[in-house]
């Protein structure tokens, strides 16, 4: 099950069957299923608190995911701070609509056992973003 829940900001608009499908697709093409997904849509302020709690960084971010997978069934909550998707948006001249779609599926690639944070695995990580993000864009 994929759920999206919105707290202390306004739902972002989007259609969530669609993408719920594209999650699924996603996730078949990484051998995996999904399980139990949850987005979380937060403010900055929030996801400042989630870090400094739950990661030991004080600093502010666009996503945390937190993996409950198992094998090849993927799972967990996902938080997402729509002020810092909307920051980098305006940042790397793109909408907030595709940057929301390539944080909504960076959170799954984490999931599907994808990291970003050594040497090389960035770009890695994007070449995996933007494949997934081809895919949204044949889907109906």
């Given at each position: ?15 969530n ?47 945390i ?59 890695i ?16």
């Amino acid at each position: 099950m994929i759920e999206f829940e919105a707290e202390g900001v306004e739902m972002p608009r989007f259609d969530n069957a669609r993408i719920s499908r594209w999650i699924l697709e996603v996730a078949a093409r990484h051998d995996r299923k999904v399980r139990d997904v949850c987005y979380r849509f937060i403010g900055d302020e929030d996801m400042l608190e989630a870090n400094r709690r739950f990661v030991g960084h004080d600093y502010y971010t666009d996503i945390i995911t937190f993996d409950y997978s198992r094998g090849d069934k993927i799972g967990g909550d996902i938080f997402i701070s729509v002020d810092t998707v909307a920051t980098n948006a305006d940042k790397f001249g793109v909408s907030f609509e595709r940057e929301l779609l390539r944080v909504i599926i960076h959170g799954i690639l984490h999931l599907c056992g994808i990291d970003d944070k050594g040497p090389g695995e960035r770009e890695i990580m994007e070449a995996n973003e933007n494949d997934a993000l081809a895919i949204y864009d044949t889907m109906e």
